[in-house]
């Protein structure tokens, strides 16, 4: 039997750093490639008792539930984003399976073959993927550590007048940057002028180091949800748990009810179980507590990891402290290529994710992306000082 | 802000049926619209045990979790299948959202614009939704009561080049008819001389009221997976609960692989402690025994309908008495629309589907579709009270 596949799927092919990944399965490898939380600190009782209460609703609980997801929860997320500045109503959300799923909604809702995204480079690699499925080109606008360049954004904007500009404005993944005021500002009153639709992709604005320091979305800078030109999702993944699935979009009306009947047609509604789950664990657990717990944590061992990068010394290596989220963004000498330093490190029992998959354009290929928040102590001492060894390999057999 | 959407939302428009359906919801309409189980026997005890030994695991459990699913239940489903000679290892299967996202994968893998599926007629409504979103067209072949006309069936792959034949061939939906033996071998033939794949919908072939009656799959008609021509879909929503959203798509590997990536784009993966927590259950609870359970209280229920549409004595009412699944397919005399009926029967307090959604082409107005298994016995007689005065009122003011 042949299978004639379609277009969508040559987006699709599996990358050659998923098959390199795929050998770290079931080994003794240690890996900083995944985004994996900590597991230590997952709320497992916490979680226990929120199904427990699910369970004592007696039977209804376990019924189909609405496309839109729980109302209760979606309550709940209202009033945790007013907190944010971002006031919406449960109408201008939808509970999707993890904030993966508001992406490949939002595209598959706005984008046809051809059309034009504006992207930071690098960027999420997973949203570069959704955009081959779509047929979709992404187009890259220069940038610093402060966010996107406004002046090539607007020149990119009446250039290719792209459908959408997706953005991680706060600790992007991979780079770890935080934009600005000024770029917030300057980005969405650009978008604003010129018609354009922002979707602001924010996984880990909960995992900051600072807690003093704040970066208000520009979902809330756009003002009112009615009308509003940005699309904003976030997830429970970094800061409950990745299991249970949940993650929400927020955005003008229009655009939640066209993902919502998509959402329909893709898998009628996401899990109730976890959406009432997750209900209850904001009801009887103290998440912001919680979130501090993590925070205080991810950042000693981001602090630990820095050290140990920077004690090996390295010749030709860079790297700058995240101020949160998950991520560091590593350069090594530019004679090198990540991809082939992966291949022997994995051998050597350690993996990282080379950066090529996240540009959009022209690959940076001396560059790779490490995790600091699924190691322990022990493990990170170790897998930092095999990964040393192996850059120092490289770097003699030049 | 004005919104451009992509061309596939053209198929997702809302229909005036789920505008009707609304307004049932909160209300004290009693709804034999959707296909919902008896909440009465959802196993909830069986289901906090297991979600408790789920917890019993320990963190790890709330991790991120395979695109391909939880081992373990795939392991559980593969056996579950050997007994319904369906011989597949993990490999053939991934596990969904329920078995409507193995219907979204397949036909994202599969279809592009301008592609033709040939389809029962009528046919699941939502499968033509999803195909009305990928703008591939449905192309009706004709049948009976024992399935699709093989004869029709070559003629229209001849004709039409289909890409993928869609079949629900036990109990389907709307129509609840059961594919005799000799189509159910024909349609494995004949795609298999033309090199036509087949999509085998099985959503309530467990839910069976004849325990002695046997119905082969496609799937098992086809042989063995590898290089098969067949893809089966199944769910837990039916038999243990919908709430747990977890379905199962089997066939050769080169369709699960690449539904797999398509999947992981979509969403990554499915919720893994809906999917640990059925794994549990089918460890520690007699899901078959429950099936009979089910089985023989939907049987009465189905009965108790039946005898109810015959004793209200309605002219031109025809119907028969389906062998399992949810539903009775009844046709009203051919001067109703059942969208006018159903407009005025929500006003009363009862719904039913129209039957002109579940139709690829010309559809029969003068149909419709109620479902049996929600209503308990008072509410299902003072609903049928109801519609049958509907009826009568719309044969009087002719």
């Known amino acids: 039997m042949d299978f004639v596949f379609s277009q969508a799927t040559r987006g699709l092919?599996?990358?050659a750093v998923r098959e390199i990944?795929?050998?770290?399965?079931?080994?003794?490898?240690?890996?900083?490639?995944?985004?994996?939380?900590?597991?230590?600190?997952?709320?497992?009782?916490?979680?226990?008792?929120?199904?427990?209460?699910?369970?004592?609703?007696?039977?209804?609980?376990?019924?189909?539930?609405?496309?839109?997801g729980f109302t209760p929860l979606r309550e709940q997320l209202c009033a945790r984003m007013a907190r944010k500045n971002m006031h919406v109503t449960p109408d201008h959300m939808l509970l999707?399976?993890?904030?993966?799923?508001?992406?490949?909604?939002?595209?598959?809702?706005?984008?046809?073959?051809?059309?034009?995204?504006?992207?930071?480079?690098?960027t999420y690699l997973a949203f570069l993927q959704v955009l081959g499925s779509a047929?979709?080109?992404?187009?890259?606008?220069?940038g610093d550590e402060h966010g996107m360049n406004l002046a090539d954004l607007e020149a990119k904007?009446?250039?290719?007048?792209?459908?959408?500009?997706?953005?991680?404005?706060?600790?992007?993944?991979?780079?770890g940057r935080v934009w600005n005021l000024e770029r917030r500002q300057g980005i969405v009153d650009l978008c604003r002028k010129h018609g354009v639709l922002i979707f602001e992709d924010d996984p880990y604005g909960e995992i900051k180091f600072d807690s003093g320091e704040s970066f208000p979305s520009l979902f809330s800078l756009a003002g009112s949800p009615d009308d509003s030109?940005?699309?904003?999702?976030?997830?429970?993944?970094k800061t409950v748990a990745p299991a249970v699935r949940t993650g929400w979009v927020i955005g003008d009306k229009r655009i939640i009810g066209m993902m919502t009947r998509a959402k329909q047609a893709a898998d009628l509604h996401s899990s109730t179980l976890d959406q009432q789950a997750l209900y209850q664990l904001l009801c009887h657990f103290d998440l912001d507590a919680h979130i501090t717990t993590i925070r205080d944590e991810y950042k000693r061992r981001m602090k630990l990891m820095y050290s140990l990068l920077s004690e090996h010394n390295i010749p030709g290596l860079t790297f700058s402290e995240p101020k949160g989220g998950m991520f560091f963004w590593v350069e090594l000498p530019e004679f090198l290529d990540a991809e082939a330093v992966l291949k022997h490190a994995v051998t050597e029992g350690v993996a990282f994710v080379p950066g090529t998959p996240f540009f959009a354009q022209e690959?940076?290929?001396?560059?790779?992306?490490?995790?600091?928040?699924?190691?322990?102590?022990?493990?990170?001492?170790?897998g930092m000082n095999t990964l040393a060894n192996?850059?120092?390999?490289?770097?003699?057999?030049?």
Chains 1, 2 share one sequence.
Request: glycine share 4%; no cysteine.
């Open 13 to 15: 092919t599996s990358s």
């Open 21 to 68: 990944l795929k050998l770290t399965q079931g080994n003794s490898v240690i890996s900083f490639a995944g985004g994996l939380p900590a597991e230590q600190f997952f709320p497992v009782q916490a979680m226990r008792d929120a199904l427990n209460r699910v369970m004592d609703q007696g039977p209804r609980a376990l019924q189909y539930g609405l496309t839109e």
């Open 96 to 122: 999707t399976t993890g904030s993966q799923q508001s992406i490949d909604l939002l595209t598959r809702v706005l984008l046809d073959k051809d059309d034009v995204v504006l992207v930071e480079d690098p």
């Open 135 to 142: 047929q979709a080109h992404p187009v890259k606008v220069d």
């Open 157 to 175: 904007i009446i250039k290719h007048k792209p459908k959408l500009v997706y953005v991680i404005p706060t600790f992007s993944n991979p780079t």
């Open 229 to 237: 030109h940005v699309v904003y999702t976030s997830t429970f993944s």
């Open 363 to 382: 690959p940076k290929r001396n560059t790779l992306r490490l995790n600091y928040t699924f190691a322990d102590d022990d493990t990170m001492v170790r």
């Open 390 to 398: 192996v850059f120092k390999h490289f770097l003699q057999t030049k």
